[in-house]
């Protein structure tokens, strides 16, 4: 089938969401974490991670002012600091809580069933067991005009991990933890290996 | 283990990159293609694509400027065309070998053993047999002034996609089909489904 732009602008709503949401593929599932100025901890399943560079280390989120993680937002810009966790596939359900919109206050650690632990130099709270766990300092919001949303640009600070899944070239095998990833709004799936290939050269 | 942010930095040049590229999780792997101004058709593999918004449905890519693919950056600026294809997993290699530094002029296409096909609406060349084509309109480059990286922002224009992978709510299949994902700079997965959840509610 052929679909149209203005087709797609025709679409209802709910079924336009998940069609252009899906139709954008697979995309690590990450849960952010952050703490409010008042010092409450806050985490959100965000599926907009974006590796902007390698040296430095920068990565980006896109957020909209208006969607479900603006708890997230603003407490990224109020504190500065933010955690980023992979978990197992396994918490999946767990992990699609934490998209629910709770009143701000509540965090959705206690609600969703994860536990905040803290690490040094890094106020934000991180997810204990996560199989990857990122401590981010907020660098620049840039804003996106043509619909207002915002890519946060933060540098990686902190990295932990189980040192069994970093290869000797630097590769971290996060499949073999079966690391949780997801499509659309709603979709979550595991990775299956295909092949690792050398340096493409002419 | 834990790695602080001037370990990455002290890291040798190759391990950072596949640390911090791997890092960043599983993203959808994608082949952008394009027609430069004299008319000559390039491919290349990207794994930055980013949802932006449904409504009007823009995604984004992020190019660097002295990246493999900056022939792709000149020709979408050129000609303000562009189009998005996913493949299988079975066609990982052919798909890889995009990424290698061809001479201008020389069309991955060819290179790598895939067939450009046109459709009408879009003068860019699509990937014969690719699972899902989209013909994409070049809308804004937003700087990324902390690394010098871009984020090339267009509007879905049109997609072609096999009817039956798309379900009653709009969520497209791509896990049936055997979309090809990736993770770091070289390795190659498919997708198995975990499940999906209902909108999440407190």
Known sequence: MIVQKDEIEQFEKHYRTAFVNSLAGFRQAVLVGTLS????????????LIHLGANPALFGLISRPDSVPRDTLQNI????????????????????????????????FEKAGFTPVFLSNCHAPFV??????????????????????????????????????????????????????????DAY??????????????
């Open 128 to 185: 204990k067991n996560a199989i990857v766990k990122i401590a981010m300092k907020f660098e620049q919001s840039i804003p996106i005009p043509l619909n207002g949303t915002i890519l946060i640009s933060g540098s990686v600070q902190q990295v932990e991990i189980d040192a069994s899944l970093v290869g000797p070239d630097g590769y971290i095998a996060l499949s073999e933890a079966e690391v949780l990833i997801s499509h659309g709004l």
């Open 189 to 202: 799936f595991v990775s299956k290996p295909i092949g690792r290939l050398p340096y493409a050269k002419p």
């Open 77 to 108: 810009l109020d504190t500065k600091e933010y955690t980023l966790n992979y978990v197992r596939a396994d918490q999946f359900e767990k992990a699609h809580q934490t998209s629910a919109r709770y009143e701000k206050g509540i965090s959705e």
């Open 37 to 48: 100025a008042e010092g409450k901890t806050n985490l959100a399943i965000f599926n907009s």
